[in-house]
């Protein structure tokens, strides 16, 4: 999958777009990241990374908190996912 396709996925069709200061920036290298060890991840893995990324796309400025907590969920599942691997 590359990035876009990853945004596409990311973006909540049941919320209007009102997203006007909304740390674009985050879902962006998110999804950047995330084509990158796409093809290392199962299909579960990868559901579950979309939905990460589609909270940060919601998220608003005091949301950034619970970005962060989803990004050490995202290093655990790599973590785990990289070891299976090996």
């Not at 909540?12 to 997203?19: A, E, G, H, I, L």
């Not at 990158?36 to 979309?50: A, F, G, R, V």
């Amino acid at each position: 999958m590359n990035v876009a396709d990853i945004l596409t996925l990311m973006a909540d069709t049941k919320v209007p777009s009102q997203r006007a200061g909304r740390p674009y920036a985050l879902a962006v290298a998110f999804a950047q990241a995330l084509s990158e060890i796409s093809p290392k991840l199962t299909p579960l893995e990868m559901n579950m990374m979309i939905r990460f990324g589609r909270e940060l796309c919601l998220q608003d400025a005091e949301g950034v908190v619970s970005a962060l907590e989803a990004e050490a969920q995202i290093a655990r599942i790599m973590r785990s996912s990289r070891s299976a691997g090996e």
